[in-house]
């Protein structure tokens, strides 16, 4: 198997993560619902395009520069996956608190065209404080500092990510009237999903942070 392909249990909690990531109501999905109801799905399709390509944009500098610190300061490498553990358990605490939220935005009076709302899509992404902090502590975690193909793993956990998360995000967009009346109006499906991002992201803290204890 080539260097740059993570083993499969590392591929498959990966995926679980992105799952629950992909599902969870924010920014990136209350956008392409608002455009997939306010203008047709090909709008929906193209803010999720845009989203796509934003992650494969973090994917980019988070790899190469991840990679530039496991070789010049392994101790801030460590640092930085002990951070990315209490920021999951951060993230866990806000999902069950807080909650998301999910902002169906209203039509504007002058509709976009598809290059704009591809435009917004990559501009509420890479714009999004949240999935820049996300990203930089999160993939870590998937990576050991000793490891000669961190830099490759890193990018195959970025396309994985793509990968799972476009049929995720075709689905969302065609089922967004449905989804919107069900956000708005059930309360427990919101929660359900709150609840679920919270135990997945709390179970992989808790495994990095006793990971680090034993070494």
């Known amino acids: 198997m080539p260097g740059f392909v993570p083993d499969l249990p590392v591929i498959l909690a990966f995926a679980l993560a992105t ?6 109501p924010g920014p990136d999905m209350a956008l392409q619902l608002s455009r997939a ?3 047709g799905r090909a709008h ?19 790899a190469l520069g991840i990679s530039v610190l496991i070789i ?7 640092g930085l996956k002990i951070v990315g553990a209490l920021y999951l358990l951060w993230l866990a605490y806000q999902a069950v608190v807080h909650g998301g939220g999910l902002r169906i935005a209203e039509a504007a009076k ?3 065209t598809l290059g704009q709302s591809f435009a917004t899509g990559i501009g509420i992404n890479l714009l999004n404080p949240k999935v820049v902090l996300f990203f930089v502590t999160f993939l870590p975690q998937f990576v050991d500092a000793h490891d000669p193909s961190a830099t490759g793993k890193l990018f195959f956990l970025g396309a ?5 998360s476009i049929p995720l995000g075709v689905a969302t967009v065609f089922a967004a009237d449905w989804l919107a009346a069900a ?7 919101e929660r359900a999903l709150n609840w679920s991002f ?3 992201f709390t179970t992989f803290a808790v495994t990095i942070l006793t990971a680090q204890a034993r070494h």
Do not use: D
Request: hydrophobic content about 60%; overall charge positive; charged content about 10%.
């Open 110 to 112: 002058r509709q976009p």
């Open 198 to 200: 919270a135990a997945i």
């Open 44 to 62: 929906g399709l193209a803010c999720m395009a845009g989203a796509m390509a934003g992650i494969m944009v973090h994917t980019t500098l988070v």
């Open 37 to 39: 109801i306010n203008y």
């Open 183 to 189: 956000f708005r109006h059930s309360k427990w499906v």
């Open 160 to 164: 994985e990510f793509v990968l799972l």
């Open 19 to 24: 799952v629950v990531l992909a599902i969870t």
């Open 72 to 78: 010049a300061a392994p101790p801030l490498f460590l």
